[in-house]
């Protein structure tokens, strides 16, 4: 089979296309013909070796983090999955592999891909509702009728995160384009504010919880609006201490996530904040739930126009990497 491989580190954001074995799967897994994948921020992470102290990978590696396609094999373990189901999934961390013709996948990472989704529009749906859902259950635990703001809402991230936002009674104030407004408010957003006409620090004030997806330049700034006692989460900005702590790093890990997030953590801590930063993880479970959203708000994650194949993926990565995409970039099968 085909499959999009990295022989080690490197600032350079290449691939090579190899022909390699099909996987053998074990008895937890199922083995899935892949139909679409997306390409993410997070394949940059992989590929200059950004996130090794998160998650160290052996080589050859193949690269992709997010996929929906059919399965074709099922270990004699799994329940609930047959061969033939329509699948997506946020792939484990520790076993990434979307952009290949098959995977080998721990059944307990999928979910049944949503009714209302092409292939391509639900490989585009997993990393980012798993987020959002993460984030705002786990992160923030975030308390019904409180309010939530996401700076840079407009994309497929506030898709995903505005109306699981609604559905834990939270009041959603989201900023982006003036293109994105109707939509976002019609699946749920109480205020929208376009960035382009309207500067936030200046129109909020205590907001109980943020959800940054901008990075490090606007943490001053989100700061300001949040009240003493709220939560600033970045989906970019960087790791912190708790970050370190919560998933369990050896003591020298935790001591260097610690000095990395320093700045981030006294800042937010003047201000009586607590900053979290989060690195999504597969979960079939919670994808189930988001199955459930996404097919009582019809949500179609917007993918960008050019189709690729694993032939040009280096296109691909270039596009996210350097290029302004419409929407998640997709690699089809």
Do not use: C
């Amino acid at each position: 089979m085909k499959a999009a491989q990295i022989t080690k580190y490197s600032k350079k954001i290449h691939a090579q296309v190899n022909n390699i074995p099909i996987p053998e799967i074990n008895d937890n897994e199922v083995l899935v013909k892949v139909k679409a994948a997306a390409v993410n921020p997070l394949e940059m992470l992989v590929i200059t070796g950004s996130v090794k102290l998160i998650q160290d990978y052996e080589f050859p590696l193949t690269i992709g983090n997010e996929l929906a396609g059919v399965i074709e094999k099922v270990g004699k373990n799994v329940k609930g999955f047959y061969v033939g189901d329509d699948i997506y999934t946020r792939l484990p961390l520790r076993k990434i592999g979307a952009f290949a013709e098959y995977a080998a996948i721990d059944a307990a990472a999928i979910a049944s891909m949503p009714k209302n989704l092409s292939y391509a529009e639900a490989a585009a749906a997993a990393l980012t509702g798993l987020t959002a859902y993460q984030g705002l259950h786990e992160e923030l635990e975030a308390q019904s009728g409180k309010s939530v703001f996401i700076p840079g809402g407009s994309g497929s991230f506030g898709q995903m995160a505005v109306p699981i936002a609604k559905a834990m009674g939270l009041k959603v104030i989201v900023s982006g384009n003036s293109q994105a407004r109707d939509r976002t408010l019609e699946i749920g957003a109480d205020q929208y504010l376009d960035y382009t006409k309207e500067n936030y620090v200046d129109l909020l004030s205590n907001v109980d919880y943020v959800m940054d997806t901008l990075g490090a330049d606007e943490f001053d700034n989100e700061l300001k609006i949040i009240q003493p006692g709220g939560r600033l989460l970045s989906l970019r900005t960087g790791p912190n201490k708790r970050f370190a702590e919560d998933k369990k790093f050896p003591w020298w890990k935790q001591k260097l996530f610690s000095v990395a997030g320093a700045k981030y953590d006294n800042k937010a801590k003047k201000r009586d904040v607590e900053y979290r930063f989060i690195f999504v993880r597969s979960d079939g479970e919670q994808l189930k739930e988001i199955t459930k959203i996404i097919e009582k708000n019809n949500i179609v994650p917007p993918i960008h126009p050019t189709l690729f194949t694993i032939g040009n993926v280096n296109e691909a990565l270039e596009l996210v990497a350097n290029g302004r995409p419409k929407g998640k970039v997709i690699i089809n099968f």
